[in-house]
């Protein structure tokens, strides 16, 4: 049994999300930079509760988020911004977890 049919146009269609290239490039700015500042505003919070690694973590994301950015302001290549971001997403998320499954840091 082969799958070559599912390739066809007329029965698989279009792919999924191809809605999303009719969106502007500044859109997708708009979009990173409010998840920038929401991160930045967490990690702040998230800090001054106790969890400085998580805030580190936090911060990670808004890094991966600048590189996000950088891809849609012309400024690096779509494989380099998001490998990057992508790389940094998943430490920020071992971070946040690790930190999480330990508790509080202990205050002074």
């Given at each position: 049994?082969?799958l070559?049919?599912?390739?066809?146009?007329?029965?698989?269609g279009?792919?999924?999300g191809?809605?999303?290239?009719?969106?502007?490039?500044?859109?997708?700015?708009?979009?990173?930079?409010a998840?920038?500042l929401?991160?930045?505003?967490?990690?702040?919070?998230?800090?001054?509760g106790?969890?400085?690694?998580?805030?580190?973590?936090i911060?990670?994301?808004?890094?991966?988020?600048?590189?996000?950015?950088?891809?849609?302001?012309g400024v690096?290549h779509?494989?380099f911004?998001?490998?990057?971001?992508?790389?940094?997403?998943?430490?920020?998320?071992?971070?946040?977890?690790l930190?999480?499954?330990?508790?509080?840091a202990?205050?002074?």
């Amino acid at each position: 049994m082969t799958l070559l049919g599912l390739q066809q146009d007329e029965i698989a269609g279009p792919p999924f999300g191809e809605f999303m290239a009719q969106i502007p490039h500044w859109g997708f700015i708009i979009i990173h930079s409010a998840l920038l500042l929401v991160a930045l505003w967490l990690a702040t919070r998230v800090r001054r509760g106790g969890y400085p690694v998580v805030a580190r973590g936090i911060l990670l994301f808004a890094l991966a988020e600048v590189s996000y950015i950088t891809y849609h302001a012309g400024v690096t290549h779509f494989l380099f911004a998001h490998t990057l971001a992508e790389v940094l997403d998943a430490v920020a998320f071992l971070l946040v977890g690790l930190s999480l499954a330990r508790g509080p840091a202990v205050r002074s």
